[in-house]
T-cell receptor, first 112, second 119 residues
Framework: SQQGEEDPQALSIQEGENATMNCSYK?????LQWYRQNSGRGLVHLIL?????REKHSGRLRVTLDTSKKSSSLLITASRAADTASYFC????????????FGAGTTVTVRA | SAVISQKPSRDICQRGTSLTIQCQVD?????MFWYRQQPGQSLTLIAT?????????ESGFVIDKFPISRPNLTFSTLTVSNMSPEDSSIYLC????????????????FGPGTRLTVL
């Protein structure tokens, strides 16, 4: 079942702007992972953040995790047309950190 | 990370037939999974493919409809049996616990997916 809920469902921005999307979840987690999917293809892993971490960076990506609010955010800075994709958060429970529950996703469109 | 391939990448099938999807990974992994993504939807876990034993299915998925094999640490198959148009989806395999020297990683990676259309 889906545990994560992404917000917003869709986002349209101009190239060069930042894009922020949020993920909320309901139960305790072991870790939270963000993925990107281009046009119905496979998922590309972006970042994994563990429950004892608050922030991680990878290139133009910044992920935060607030376990007290059961929420995470993904920030893409200086967006490019190639960032146009759907972004999903996936949570793993403490009892079985292999078993991911995916949110509904945020569709990001970057306009040139 | 790991390189994961799936065959076929896409197929169009007639209702009532079956299709077997293969997933091959270039590293030994502890866990392999199969997901379904219906059009415009998120991913739903079908089952965990266990090496040398029966797969573990999630609620709403049964072995008769989705038989799974995993003969070794790098290969798995998913069969979609007696297909109907409702089975039209993208099917993705994923792997976790990739061997990294003496350790096993904890990031889950996905294959490119198999786009199935049932007429």
């Amino acid at each position: 079942s889906q545990q994560g809920e992404e917000d917003p469902q869709a986002l349209s921005i101009q190239e060069g702007e930042n894009a922020t999307m949020n993920c909320s979840y309901k139960t305790s987690i072991n870790n939270l992972q963000w993925y990107r999917q281009n046009s119905g293809r496979g998922l590309v892993h972006l970042i994994l953040i563990r429950s004892n971490e608050r922030e991680k960076h990878s290139g133009r990506l910044r992920v935060t995790l607030d376990t007290s609010k059961k929420s995470s955010s993904l920030l893409i800075t200086a967006s490019r047309a190639a960032d146009t994709a759907s972004y999903f958060c996936a949570t793993a429970p403490p009892s079985n950190d292999y078993k991911l529950s995916f949110g509904a996703g945020t569709t990001v469109t970057v306009r040139a | 990370s790991a390189v994961i391939s799936q065959k076929p990448s896409r197929d169009i099938c007639q209702r009532g037939t079956s299709l077997t999807i293969q997933c091959q990974v270039d590293s030994q992994v502890t866990m392999m999974f199969w997901y379904r993504q219906q059009p415009g939807q998120s991913l739903t876990l079908i089952a965990t493919a266990n090496q040398g034993s029966e797969a573990t299915y999630e609620s709403g998925f049964v072995i008769d409809k989705f038989p799974i094999s995993r003969p070794n640490l790098t290969f798995s198959t998913l069969t979609v049996s007696n297909m109907s148009p409702e089975d039209s989806s993208i099917y993705l395999c994923s792997v976790d616990g990739i061997r990294q020297g003496e350790d096993w990683g904890d990031t889950q990676y996905f294959g490119p997916g198999t786009r199935l259309t049932v007429l």
